[in-house]
């Protein structure tokens, strides 16, 4: 060729710039974020809720959780239910989801025992046997007080990574003095529809 590359050289090129796109949209895929990320939800488990674990004010309380996809997919819906002794039911209402305007996973949470709807949000984090959910909330209680929560929740190591969970719960406020959290609860949950 006179004027130009050599055919081997456009060649080479082309190839050098396949090769590139095809590893660009490989790292886009493998890093895309969605609501169905959080479908090893859905199903059915038994939970076991213990509220200010090993203290002296330790409590247990047993439920179920049932997680369906939700609005189009766009949300993983959770109910829980849980049994409180001598008193009326608990209900919990959660709707998960990823939120790509903010680029967080979140999870809205709305309780028949507690009056304030409280907005969670955070991160997912993928390993090779689990996932580790990290949200955290601030919202205002009464006399101005402010509540701040932090929420773990991890996959148990499993083939699947949905046979259970665990989710550990920290809160404090802004009265505490020391700013320490406060470990509040951890609810375990185990599938009964494997």
Request: proline share 3%.
């Amino acid at each position: 060729m006179k004027n130009g590359l050599q055919p081997h050289k456009v060649f080479l090129a082309l190839l050098i710039l396949l090769c590139s796109a095809s590893s660009l949209m490989s790292q886009q895929s493998t890093t895309s974020k969605s609501t169905q990320d959080l479908s090893f939800l859905i199903g059915e488990w038994t939970i076991t809720r213990t509220y200010n674990p090993d203290s002296d004010r330790e409590r247990i309380l047993e439920g179920t959780l049932i997680c369906a996809e939700s609005l189009d997919g766009k949300f993983v819906h959770c109910t829980y239910e849980i049994n409180r002794p001598g008193k009326v039911r608990g209900l919990d209402e959660v709707y998960f989801n990823y939120n790509p305007i903010y680029n967080l996973y979140e999870s809205l949470w709305l309780s028949s025992t507690w009056p304030i709807k409280v907005l969670m949000q955070g991160t997912l984090e993928k390993h090779a046997d689990h996932l580790i959910l990290s949200t955290t909330a601030q919202f205002q209680i009464e006399n101005n007080v402010t509540e701040y929560v932090q929420d773990d929740l991890v996959t148990d190591p499993s083939e699947e990574m949905t046979y259970s969970f665990t989710r550990q719960t920290y809160i404090r406020t802004s009265e505490s003095e020391t700013k320490e959290w406060h470990h509040h609860m951890t609810e375990k949950a185990q599938r009964v529809d494997r």
